[in-house]
C-alpha cells in the first residue's frame, strides 16, 4: 500500500521562496510526480523525480531521495497566481497514488 | 488536440438514482484512469484501463460502481443506485505509454451531487 503525507495548508509572501515537503511510504515506487490543482480545476502536471537529486523547471525545483523516502516541490519568486493547492503523487506501475495536497495562500 | 473531455460537467440527482460520467480521452493515448476527489480523502484512484482493458479496479468503492471502456475512445462511470455519500468530483485522464514516465492529462470533471 501507499502513505503520503504533506502539509495541509501553508502560507508565503509574493516574491518570496516556499518548500513543500512530502514523505511516502510505499510497496512500489517508479517514480514521484507533483501536480498543481487550482481551486475547481483540473489537476495539472508540473514534475517527475525519479532518481535521486534536484530537478529545476524555471521557477519550480523538485528534489527526491529515495533512501528516506522524501520529496519536495521548490518554488520561487511567489507569484499571487501560485495560490493553489499542490498534490504529491507517487507512481506505482502506470498509476498514481496522491497525497491529500498542500493549500498554498500567497499573500501581497 | 480538445484534451480530455467530460460531461455532464454537473449532475446533481437524488438518491437512489442512476448517475453515468462519460470520458474521451485524449485520442492516442492508451491508459485511462478514473479518479473521485473529496475534500476528506483527497483524489483516490477507482480504476485504470490499458488499451480499454481494465488492469486494476482495486478502488472501485463496491458493486455498486462499475466501468466500462467499449473503445479507445470512450469510457462510462456508472453508479447505481446512486448515495448521497457518492458526492464528490469524478475526474478522467488519460495518458500515452512513455520512456521514462507517463504524465496523465485530467479533465475537468464532473462535479456530483447526491441529494
Known amino acids: 500500500g501507499q502513505n503520503i503525507d504533506q502539509p495541509t495548508e501553508m502560507t508565503a509572501t509574493e516574491g518570496a521562496i516556499v518548500q513543500i515537503n512530502c514523505t511516502y511510504q510505499?510497496?512500489?515506487?517508479?517514480?514521484l510526480f507533483w501536480y498543481q490543482q487550482h481551486a475547481g480545476e483540473a489537476p495539472t502536471f508540473l514534475s517527475y523525480?525519479?532518481?535521486?537529486g534536484l530537478e529545476e523547471k524555471g521557477r519550480f525545483s523538485s528534489f527526491l531521495s529515495r533512501s528516506k523516502g522524501y520529496s519536495y516541490l521548490l518554488l520561487k519568486e511567489l507569484q499571487m497566481k501560485d495560490s493553489a493547492s499542490y498534490l504529491c503523487a507517487v507512481g506505482s506501475g502506470y498509476a498514481l497514488n496522491f497525497g491529500k495536497g498542500t493549500s498554498l495562500l500567497v499573500t501581497p | 488536440d480538445a484534451g480530455v473531455i467530460q460531461s455532464p460537467r454537473h449532475e446533481v440527482t437524488e438518491m437512489g438514482q442512476e448517475v453515468t460520467l462519460r470520458c474521451k480521452p485524449i485520442?492516442?493515448?492508451?491508459?485511462l484512469f478514473w479518479y473521485r476527489q473529496t475534500m476528506m480523502r483527497g483524489l483516490e484512484l477507482l480504476i485504470y484501463?490499458?488499451?480499454?482493458?481494465?488492469?486494476?479496479d482495486s478502488g472501485m468503492p463496491e458493486d455498486r460502481f462499475s466501468a466500462k471502456m467499449p473503445n479507445a475512445s470512450f469510457s462510462t462511470l456508472k453508479i447505481q443506485p446512486s448515495e448521497p455519500r457518492d458526492s464528490a468530483v469524478y475526474f478522467c485522464?488519460?495518458?500515452?505509454?512513455?520512456?521514462?514516465?507517463?504524465?496523465?492529462?485530467f479533465g475537468p470533471g464532473t462535479r456530483l451531487t447526491v441529494l
Open positions: 485520442s492516442g493515448h492508451d491508459y
Open positions: 485522464a488519460s495518458s500515452q505509454e512513455g520512456v521514462f514516465y507517463n504524465e496523465q492529462f
Open positions: 523525480n525519479v532518481l535521486d
Open positions: 510505499t510497496s512500489g515506487f517508479n517514480g
Open positions: 484501463f490499458n488499451n480499454n482493458v481494465p488492469i486494476d
